[in-house]
């Protein structure tokens, strides 16, 4: 079983390597095979890159068969395990990672497989915003519904207390690691995520 900081460090690499999966412009992930898991990485919000802002921005709720959720994040989940899906291997565990807005799409991934009826896959993100809208428990039981589900929380990190809660709620308790930087930018950093995890064994 990977650890939890080997998963960070393929959620960072997503950032610049080439996606094995690409749709709706700029939802992508990338394909790992690591033996007895395969991991699919989805990389967060790239500066640069307009549509990815204009996906987070996009947090009015929508109804999909996970729930009614931030409808940027579980549009570009819906998108993506449309894509995905058939292309997992079988005979293999399949892990959900992801940074920020990727660990937003990871755990829509994770929802939809559960909701496919799939063997449990694992599911752990890092500085993921809330993807659930308030009247959705179906999305939580979803992803709780996984062999692993964790949601890390770096000290300090802003992106994920977004969007505002009660509005807006997390699939499960979070896990708070590190301490806070002056700088949230900083604390948001997926390097130190993975330097955390590292440090403490996990």
Known sequence: ???????????????????????????????????????????????????????????????????????????GGRDLWGAIRAKLPSGKRIVYTGHSLGGAMAQCLAAFHALAGLPPCRVVTFGAP????????????????ALEAVEYQRAGDPVPHVPTWPLFWRATRGVAIGNALADPIANHSISLYAANLAALGR
């Open 1 to 75: 079983m990977l650890s939890h900081a080997r998963l960070a460090g393929l959620a960072g690499a997503a950032y610049s390597a080439a996606p094995d999966v690409t749709v709706a412009i700029d939802a992508r992930a990338c394909f790992t095979d690591a033996g007895g898991e395969f991991v699919v990485a989805c990389p967060g919000t790239h500066p640069h890159q307009i549509a990815d802002w204009l996906r987070d921005l996009d947090w009015r709720p929508a109804e999909f068969a996970i729930g009614a959720c931030h409808h940027g994040f579980a549009a």
């Open 130 to 145: 809330r993807v659930a809208f308030v009247s959705n428990f179906r999305f939580g039981r979803l992803v709780r519904s």
